[in-house]
């Protein structure tokens, strides 16, 4: 499994904003918006291409176009429809679909509550998106899913990763490759990612 860190100066210092904890939740939100579009960049990097011929007002020629459906952007819910709006921004024609998933305080399962993503899956590039890769369990159970809807090229996008996540993630989904801002140091005890940034559900919605 690859895990991309996106060391652009401009990822970086957005990231620093975000993490700030006096950073209101106007602005953290701008900040995931912008960041996310820089990512998005990255992920979409490798997105296969073929050509097609077309016609310029001068002449006919062969010139680079998607070779697959659209890429399929999938937002976990809550927060990961934070960093949808910048994604959805560079790639406005992106399908989209969302997951909800919560964990059953009794099994500790995931339980799906909310499931709905566009057709044919099986042919489109998907990127799952998440801002915090903490423990994994969400991201590991959403994208389970996805591969049973049929879904074979996917890839993972998230603000921040902790190492633990990845260990997860790397048992599961070691052909799932992750895109993010930053692998940090550890989790705490109550799952929070250190030094991380917080809950980015709260500060993108201002629910705290
Ligand atoms: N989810 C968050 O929003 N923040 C963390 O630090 C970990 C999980």
Redesign the pocket.
Known sequence: MTVHVVDHPLVQVKLTQMRKKETPTVEFRRLAKELSMLLAYEVTRNLPLTEREIETPVARAMMPVLKYLEPCFVSILR?GNGILDGMMDLLPTARVGHIGLYRDPETLEAVEYYYKMPTDMNEREVIVVD?????GHTAVAAIERLKKDGAKHIKFLCI?A?PEGIAEFEKHHPDVQIYTASVDQC??E?????P????????IYGTK
């Open positions: 927060a801002p915090m890769l903490a423990t921040l902790a989790l705490n109550h799952g929070y990612i250190v991380g940034l917080g809950d980015a559900g709260d500060r």
